[in-house]
């Protein structure tokens, strides 16, 4: 056959030299390799006492902001779930009771607010897409292993940033 | 002490044999067999014979047996057993009856040879000693059976060389 | 014998019994540790400081596993396999000098369970029934992959127990003696024996390989092509054994190995040492029999660091070319190696005489 390109090595067969028949040299060759290992820096990170250091754009588990006043900022656009490439997030929006207006910012607010980690790809369009700066991917934490397929949904529970029960300002 | 132990030995040594031929199993009575030149070779150790003992144990129990486990390992064990003929039982039980009668008529008479305190040498079953007479009074015998080793040793050779033009795989 | 001198017999047996135990459980510590090296990465380091707890943690786990039989194995020798395998690798050390003798209050007390004039031939003898152990196991798993592991450990071992005998005759040809211990003592300061035997001592190396079951001739429990090989029915703490056997049989070649050709016990200038320490010979003799069981022993730590430094650097051999270089390369090779040895002796005798 035609060789495709000129770049192709010729296979060549040649008699093998006594030092390369007996083994030996090549042996204490890959043994001296090993060696140098052996003494080498580790590349292992004892993970849970150090981490990786991570970039600075890097994108975690995503958190639903309060604003300055402790209220939720979502107000439930939906603008994160249209961006989302994945189809991760879900929504039910509802309407504002009188007397809740320190729980919430805006009239409309998302009453639930679901992200499936199974799904999401960790992209940050919906962190792009949210006009209300609601939400963000932390750059600290990831999604963490777990046993079963229905704790991967995360609900308001776990996606909303916790309030700060004292004023340190 | 040691005749005690040699009475235990014996027994031991007879209660092996006799299992090598009774065992159903053909691995249990190579088994059998190993433990029957162990107890040969404790006999050995009994009479200060330690080279003999540990050579008994190198090639019998460590090669020539692993060989014939090696061979029976192969064997189909699930085939039932071969029925034998009643006839040949007889003949088995009668030839074997036969065979003792004589064993007993020709030792009933043989004396054993006592040793004599005065010239006895305790020492006459190590290696040096051994190998005195070896290659000393019997140096012809002993180089006449390593040319005869030799011999089988180059007709084992022949017959497990491959033949011209046989293709094996 | 007197009986103060089985009482320190008995202690010196149990001790050494302890010891061989201790390594080979630490050893498989350290054969972790030193493939992590290798690899670059750390190793255990989490149960215990360095992770030094780690063997036992290990032991925890084979005694609490499901203890698994197969339905229609043979029962008793399913059994008996791994005890054979443990019982025979722990025999040899009993003849293994491991230090010279000491003087405790008079009297004179050899670093050695047992000396018997055929040392060498005991080890070997029990070497060559190291095998007995896999072999039952295997077969009687009942399992093809567990019999051909079997299988192949048979014929691997017979094939290098020849190069591995022919090796030794040529330093029986040098020593005179079969004794250790008579050995170990003819090669005191740096007479060692490699230096007249660096052949011999390669072909004793690959052969110790190979009977151990170690890579690069691990093939009995090659786990690319038998699954487990020998032991892939077994679990818990028969399979344990099986382990513990491998790491006891390199304990025991390594020390028949610093025996042999690295002058046992022995180091350079051990007698000007000696009397550099002290004019009392009985102290100046202990001292240096002391220091000699400390590099005994660092002798056969070089060595079993050796077998898991080959291991995790070469990988392992195809069956025919294992055969082709136990028949046609060692047991030449061994062959010359004894007739190059003969007649170094004549002429020696010949001209230095």
Not at chain 1, 125 to 139: S, V, Y
Request: hydrophobic share 50%; net charge neutral.
């Amino acid at each position: 056959m035609e060789p495709l390109t000129n770049r192709s090595k010729k296979l060549a067969k040649k008699e093998m030299t006594f030092a390369e028949k007996a083994y030996l040299p090549a042996i204490a060759q890959g043994l001296g390799i090993t060696l140098k290992h052996f003494f080498k820096k580790k590349s292992t990170i004892q993970y849970p006492e150090e981490t990786r250091q991570r970039s600075d754009v890097w994108r975690g588990l995503h958190v639903l902001k309060r604003d300055e006043e402790g209220r939720e900022r979502c107000t439930a656009c939906g603008l994160c779930a249209v961006a989302c490439p994945a189809e991760a997030i879900t929504m039910v929006a509802g309407e504002r009771k009188v007397g809740e207006e320190h729980l919430y910012r805006e009239e409309k607010y998302a009453v639930t607010y679901e992200v499936n980690m199974l799904r999401c790809i960790f992209c940050g369009m919906c962190e792009e897409a949210c006009p209300k700066a609601a939400i963000f991917l932390q750059d600290d934490k990831i999604a963490p292993a777990r046993y079963e397929r229905d704790e991967f949904i995360y609900g308001k529970d776990r996606l909303v940033e916790p309030l700060k029960t004292t004023e340190t300002k | 002490m040691t005749d005690s132990l040699f009475f235990f030995l014996a027994s031991l040594t007879l209660l092996c044999a006799l299992m090598v031929v009774i065992s159903k199993n053909p691995v249990h009575s190579v088994l059998f067999l190993i433990l029957t030149f162990f107890t040969i070779s404790g006999h050995y150790i009994l009479l200060n014979a330690q080279f003999l003992a540990a050579v008994n144990i190198i090639v019998y129990a460590g090669a020539i047996m692993v060989l014939f486990l090696f061979v029976i390992m192969f064997l189909n064990q699930s085939q039932e057993r071969v029925r034998t003929a009643t006839i040949s039982k007889f003949a088995g039980v009668t030839a074997g009856g036969l065979l003792f009668i004589v064993l007993v008529a020709a030792l009933r008479d043989a004396s054993v040879q006592t040793y004599d305190p005065e010239t006895f040498d305790s020492q006459i079953g190590m290696v040096e000693n051994l190998g005195k007479v070896l290659f000393g009074d019997y140096l012809l015998p002993f180089e006449l059976a390593s040319v005869l080793f030799l011999v089988a040793m180059v007709g084992a050779v022949m017959l497990g060389k491959k033949e011209e033009g046989e293709k094996h795989f | 014998m007197e009986s103060v001198d089985l009482i320190y017999k008995t202690i010196y047996i149990l001790v050494i019994f302890g010891i061989t135990l201790l390594i080979a459980t630490y050893s498989t510590y350290a054969e972790r540790k030193v493939a992590a090296f290798i690899q670059d990465r750390i190793g255990p380091n989490r149960a215990g400081p360095f992770g030094l707890l780690q063997p036992l943690a290990d032991a925890g786990k084979m005694f609490f596993k499901e203890e698994f039989i197969p339905a229609k194995s043979n029962k008793a020798l399913f059994i008996l396999g791994p005890g054979v395998a443990m019982l025979i690798a722990c025999m040899s050390s009993a003849v293994i000098p491991f230090g010279d003798m000491l003087i405790i209050g008079g009297r004179e007390v050899y670093l050695q369970a047992i000396e018997v004039n055929i040392g060498l031939l005991y080890v070997f003898g029990v070497v060559s029934l190291g095998v007995y152990g896999v072999m039952i196991g295997g077969w009687a798993s009942n399992n093809k992959f567990s019999l051909l592991g079997a299988i192949r450990a048979a014929s691997q071992n017979i094939s290098y127990e020849l190069a591995m005998g022919l090796s030794i005759i040529a330093i029986l040809m040098m020593t005179g003696s079969l004794s250790l211990r008579e050995i170990a003592a003819q090669q005191a300061g740096f007479n060692w024996n490699i230096w007249y035997q660096p052949l011999g001592f390669i072909i004793f190396l690959v052969c110790a390989f190979a009977e151990t079951n170690r890579t690069p001739f691990d093939l009995p429990e090659c786990e690319a092509e038998l699954v487990g090989g020998y032991h892939t029915e077994y679990s818990s703490m028969k399979l344990g054994l099986f382990l513990f056997a491998e790491y006891i049989n390199i304990f025991v070649a390594s020390a028949v190995m610093a025996t042999l050709y690295f002058g046992a016990y022995n180091f350079p200038f051990m007698h000007e040492l000696g009397a550099l320490i002290s004019d009392d010979p009985v102290i100046a003799n202990n001292v240096i029999t002391i220091l000699g069981v400390v590099v005994m022993f660092a002798k056969i730590f070089f060595f079993i660091f050796f077998f898991m430094w080959v291991r995790w650097t070469l990988p392992r051999f195809r069956f025919d070319q294992l055969m082709k270089l136990g028949w046609q390369i060692l047991i030449p090779l061994a062959i010359l190696n004894i007739i190059l040895t003969g007649g170094g002796i004549l002429l020696k005798d010949h001209f230095f005489n």
